[in-house]
């Protein structure tokens, strides 16, 4: 047996965890928050921030505009006014747009010249700004990742980067900020936490370390199935933050894999919010880990409690495929599927076609 596991994230869980964890956010002299339009406000994130930070006298600059699925020339602007500001720190606090834009924009305030290509090489020379994450949604798990995902129009996709220095050195979880998530919100999100766990559990990369996590982060989620479902979520939010973290934690060793890989086209073409287009891949990725993986999907659903054929049903029942493609796109994204880095994770050799008969599958009738 043979592994490493490096997360240098400092964690700390709970409601009210920044009233109780004072100094957590003193990384530096001057802050720069990054935050979407509404995400840090609504879920009262930002305002407790500001308490903490006024506390400490810290100086601070908001910027509330992340979109979702942040655009990478939009970091590189921010990165300006960041840097104009005299910031040394930045706070990202949202979902995982916000926390993924935190992660460009402490990267270019200390590469200011850096092009979109070495960034997504991970070719960066000086260290990014230290950042602090606050989570807002239960899914991303970016809080304790070095992952970002951007929009890269030049990729006609979304791409990642993320080494050693991009991750966040602390990370403050409160699950009373997802407390007024909408349900579809909650689910979307909760299926990106459980995707995580899923396929990292199923990645080349796993070990006995990321196994232990994700048993207990898949036994943990099967829980939240029927709150969820009814959309009962009151009873489920510290959870589903749980379970999030716990697959930000193992995918930051592991990776993703080919939910992700397939599902990004899903979100660039089609709009569909990241959680969602993974769980519409997730029947046809159960069917061939069915294939070349049986012993440890066999794990990964006795720890849920479930048959494959009921979390399939699950899925399709909640999310299903509801829209239409173009004849010629399963083979267009069979190749940006391939270029994802997280295809490597597979205990698989694949290929486009493979990929494009998946689409096809997926997709069946849909396809016009
Ligand atoms: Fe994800």
Redesign the pocket.
Known sequence: MKFSFNNPVDIRFGRNVLKNNPGSLSLGKKAFIVTGSSSGRKSGALADAEVELRACDIQYQIFEGIKNNPNVDQCRELAISASEFGADFIIGIGGGSPLDAAKAVAVFSTNPCLTNEKLFMNEFDTPPLPIAAIPTTSG?GSEVTPWSIMTWDEFNSKKSFGNLYTYPKIALLDPSYTDSLPKDVTLFTAL?AF??CFESFLSLKASPYTDAVNLYALSRFSKCMDPLERGELKDIRDDLMLVSLLGGVAISQTG?TMM?AMGYQLTYYYGQP?GKA?AIVMPVYLEEAAKYVPDKLTAALSAMGLSRNQLSSFLERNIPADFNIKSNEPAFWGKLAMKQGSVKNLPILVDCDYFTALYERIFKSRIV
């Open positions: 991303t990106d995707s995580h993703t992700h990241h993974n």
